[in-house]
């Protein structure tokens, strides 16, 4: 029997899921913030008269939310970036078919302009229907849990970047309703990114408990706990 060495990757993701939780409970409340904010401003091109310090403390408020929203969300992004590339890799040496892009191209593809449309959403979907496949044929589940959810977080992400451009290139009440319903579509992408990668760390876990499947620590077993 030929075992298939798996790098760890649990610890990664559960990282990932602690910051992407983080995230998404900013981003709710964010997105209160903004319907109160649009309420605001909404009052003030009616012509109702709104203090002044009110408008500073608002808009004071939103200039933090955002830059800590912005610095998890590059945390997020560098965690993903990690994870997957693990993730990926693990698919390479399970060869369960030849992987259709190199390993690198888990880092590149985000920041690659048009190609960042559409080539994270195929690596993901490779790695998920693989590791289904697998574990199917092999009776260790019996149903496809992520899938659909993939494609459903992709558009829902590309909707809501392009709503947030919107906003940015929008002038008055307009611009902050994009901002508005950018920040629905994001919470709906963070919800299903969640259970996404929730899926993809139970399936990583049952491809350990296969009969010819390892995981690879290396010369080292202490590396269980610092995989990183």
């Known amino acids: 029997m030929v075992l298939t060495k798996l790098k760890p990757n649990e610890k990664r993701g559960s990282i990932l899921l602690i ?59 560098v965690l993903f970036i990690a994870w997957l590339y693990r993730a990926y890799e693990n698919y390479i040496r399970f060869q369960f078919q030849p992987p259709r892009f190199s390993l690198y191209w888990t880092a590149l593809a985000w920041f690659v302009p048009f190609i960042n449309l559409r080539l994270p959403y195929l690596l993901m979907s490779e790695v998920i229907e693989s590791y289904e496949a697998i574990l199917i044929q092999r009776d260790f589940i019996r149903y496809k849990p992520s899938r659909h959810i993939v494609k459903s977080w992709w558009w829902i992400t590309l909707v809501g970047a392009f709503l947030a451009l919107a906003f940015i290139f929008s002038e008055g009440l307009l611009g902050y309703f994009f901002l508005v319903i950018a920040h629905a579509f994001l919470i709906l992408s963070g919800i299903l990114v969640v259970k996404m990668i929730s899926d993809l760390i139970m399936m990583e876990k049952g491809l350990t408990d296969l009969k010819d499947v390892t995981v690879d620590y290396g010369d080292d077993p202490t590396l269980l706990d610092n995989e990183f």
Do not use: D, M, N
């Open 19 to 77: 910051f992407l939780r983080i995230h998404l409970g900013l981003l709710i409340l964010k997105f209160i913030f903004e319907v109160y904010r649009y309420s605001l401003w909404a009052k003030i091109y009616k012509g109702i008269p709104i203090t002044q310090e009110s408008l500073i403390i608002v808009e004071l408020i939103c200039f933090f939310s955002s830059a800590i929203l912005i610095l998890l969300f590059i945390t997020c992004v």
